[in-house]
């Protein structure tokens, strides 16, 4: 059955959980669109559930047999009458296995096609169409097949150098190398790990670099052949290669380099023929001040609010008109940057006990409140966190006429953020957004761990 996209939707099935869940409600609600979430057993008194026309349960708690469960969603979306599924991040939102599931039953999926998913949500096919289309990729090899092949890199290139894992991200199948004789357990781990989260042991190598800031781009493009960027998030303040913070725009870019970057990442998604909302990933070596490509992630990212704060344009409200066919509702010359905005991922962890989770029901939830200030989460006094999903349980965003504003009223916020009946990593975020080396803009994607961590529990 083929999709019609040139006609408007009516209902959407929301296939997550979460803030992500209430934020893509809410941009139904905007929108006059019906809305029905799916959630697991342990989150069926979730507020998205509260929120929606209707919920249903897709199955029991583990992500398993309940979100990552593509039969058990599309089934629940046709047997609701949902015209579209939006996935949101994580879980089902880049197998193009799932999209063609989606388009074999007259679903819209919201978000890109299964073709585009293909080529470039593999980090090493990604790649290649990168140096096919003359973007700039880090220095490196196509996969390697064994620790030998790894070592024959480290004795012809040098030290240290970064095994990926080819299929997947958020640090997973990642390790540093600084010395041959860390390539045979550095290898097996992270093919072992990158075959155990992604169904692929895959690994390439990229030469590692020690001065960096992680900078990605926002692009949205429609069915229509328009793709357009929304500028730059700089993810530099990083953990174990995930972000902790992110702030934009990049503070240690150029004008010139955010153009070249925008255009480089447009030209990138383009070849795939691309559409709705994707993010284009740089490493920047502050060493050298070149850029260079690193991957590219097919769906709404977590810190999208960043780009709404200082874009003024609603995000997922588009990805929602897209998917219905709609041209973009902006053009390259309407993009324009006002502003700084800082986002904090505040987690259900003891950040002081190696950010260990920390399930349980919050007994109090006292959100700060005031001018610039923004905060996305499903949490409320009496709710429950679960154990089985990320821990990750509201996003605080700050925005101002500049960085030093949106720093200071970000940290003002944190210290007035009361949340009780489990640890959080706000103390955490509160002595970030305190310490010297990051009011001066001084991080590098290795501060965190190198610097601010060791600090931080010697004071303790």
């Not at 063609?100 to 980090?123: Q, T």
């Not at 958020?170 to 155990?196: L, N, P």
Request: aromatic share 6%.
């Amino acid at each position: 059955m083929a999709v019609n996209l040139q006609s408007p939707l009516r209902r959407v099935f929301i296939a997550n959980r979460g803030e992500i869940a209430v934020r893509i409600l809410r941009a139904c609600r905007k929108l006059g669109l019906e809305v029905v979430v799916g959630t697991s057993e342990a989150d069926r008194d979730s507020m998205a559930a509260r929120m929606a026309d209707r919920a249903v349960c897709l199955g029991p708690a583990p992500a398993a047999q309940s979100y990552l469960n593509g039969n058990a969603v599309v089934m629940a979306a046709m047997g609701t009458g949902c015209d579209a599924i939006h996935p949101g991040y994580g879980f089902l939102s880049e197998r193009a296995v799932f999209q063609r599931l989606c388009d074999k039953h007259g679903l819209v999926f919201v978000g890109p096609s299964a073709e585009s998913i293909e080529a470039v949500g593999d980090k090493l096919a990604a790649r290649r169409i990168a140096e096919r289309m003359g973007v700039p990729t880090v220095p490196g090899t196509d996969r390697v097949q064994t620790a030998e092949d790894a070592l024959a890199f480290g004795r012809k290139a040098g030290y240290p150098f970064l095994l990926k894992a080819s299929a997947g991200g958020g640090g997973r199948g990642m390790r540093v190398v600084r010395a041959q004789d860390e390539v045979a357990a550095a290898f097996g781990s992270a093919s072992a790990e990158a075959g155990a989260a992604f169904g692929d042991p895959t690994l390439f190598i990229e030469r590692y670099i020690e001065r960096a800031r992680h900078v990605e781009i926002q692009i949205m493009a429609d069915a229509h052949g328009r793709v357009v960027h929304l500028g730059e998030r700089d993810c530099s303040t990083q953990r174990r290669h995930q972000k902790i913070i992110e702030e934009g725009p990049s503070p240690v870019i150029s004008a010139e380099m955010r153009g070249c970057m925008g255009e480089a990442a447009v030209r990138l998604m383009r070849e795939v023929s691309y559409r709705n909302a994707g993010t284009v990933e740089f490493i920047v070596d502050l060493d050298s001040g070149e850029f260079y490509f690193l991957e590219v992630n097919t769906r709404i990212q977590v810190e999208h609010p960043v780009t709404e704060m200082i874009t003024g344009i609603d995000l997922v409200a588009e990805q929602l008109r897209i998917a219905s066919g709609a041209p973009l509702s902006f053009s390259q010359e309407d993009i324009r940057l006002t502003g700084h905005a800082i986002e904090c991922r505040i987690n259900a962890e003891n950040a002081r006990h190696d950010f260990m989770p920390s399930p349980g029901r919050i007994t109090q939830w006292l959100p700060p409140e005031g001018e610039g200030l923004r905060l996305d989460s499903h949490c409320h006094a009496d709710c429950f966190v679960p154990p089985f999903y990320d821990s990750m349980i509201g996003k605080l965003v700050a925005y101002g006429h500049n960085r030093m504003e949106a720093v200071e009223r970000l940290s003002a916020a944190l210290m007035h953020f009361k949340v009780a009946g489990i640890e959080t990593t706000i103390p955490f975020h509160r002595a970030v957004l305190r310490h010297p080396d990051f009011i001066g803009n001084r991080v590098t994607t290795r501060w965190t761990e190198q610097t601010f961590i060791p600090e931080w529990i010697s004071h303790a």
